[in-house]
């Protein structure tokens, strides 16, 4: 698996666009980029997963820029409970190569009013 | 409701007491596995299964076994618990290894 470099943590405010950015600088052709948030004493949670480009669901988007060797987590206008621990993780995931998923440290989010 | 269920939820043990997490999950998934998550050092992966009867060690595996006899369950077995077990512990479920991954509510566990 690639390994991953995020912020250990980030501050926002209500309303703001929170942007985190993961280092992948040895992703291999056919990882693909997917996050997770974590809330305190709960299991992590899917957010997101892409390749290149952008991709955009009713959570966040994700940019990868065309080297691939980063991606950005996008979070538009956070709220309080925005507040979590948000993981990136890159693998070749579905050839079924990259059979472990480490999570890493993550960065912990944290939005004050 | 599609879940992933854990149980106990909060477990206090003594050193060398074997114990038991069960995890099953109602999804049909095919792949299953089991973390550790420490202060300081994420989520750590301890077994994975990618189906019935195939099980393999992810990053920590020393002092836990797992098996996988039937789709929806697997459990975690702690033969001779330590103190350095003491953790919280998620079991996670998906579709396939690259599909989103769904997960319990946690364990709790302290080895005294």
């Known amino acids: 698996l690639a390994k991953t470099t995020q912020p250990i943590s980030m501050d926002s405010y209500e309303g703001q666009e929170v942007n985190i950015t993961c280092s992948h600088n040895n992703i291999a052709t056919n990882d693909y980029i997917t996050w997770y948030q974590q809330f305190p004493s709960q299991g992590p949670r899917f957010i997101i997963q892409g390749y290149k480009t952008k991709v955009t669901n009713e959570v966040a988007s994700l940019f990868i820029p065309a080297d691939r060797k980063s991606s950005t987590l996008s979070l538009p206008r956070v709220s309080l409970s925005d507040t979590a621990v948000y993981y990136c993780?890159?693998?070749?995931?579905?050839?079924?190569?990259?059979?472990?998923?480490?999570f890493g440290s993550g960065t912990q989010l944290t939005v004050l009013p | 409701e599609a879940q992933v269920t854990q149980n106990p939820r909060y477990l206090i043990t003594v050193t060398g007491k074997k114990l038991t997490v069960t995890c099953s999950q109602n999804?049909?998934?095919?792949?299953m596995s089991w973390y550790r998550q420490d202060p300081g050092l994420g989520l750590r992966q301890i077994y994975y299964s990618m189906n019935v009867e195939v099980t393999d060690k992810g990053d920590v595996p020393e002092g836990y076994k797992v098996s996988r006899k039937e789709k929806r369950n697997f459990p975690l077995i702690l033969e001779s618990p330590s103190p350095n077990q003491t953790s919280l512990y998620f079991c996670?479920?998906?579709?396939?290894?690259?599909?989103?991954?769904?997960f319990g509510p946690g364990t709790r566990l302290l080895v005294l």
């Open positions: 996670a479920s998906s579709q396939g290894l690259g599909e989103t991954q769904y």
């Open positions: 993780l890159v693998g070749d995931f579905f050839s079924g190569s990259a059979r472990q998923l480490t």
């Open positions: 999804m049909n998934h095919e792949y």
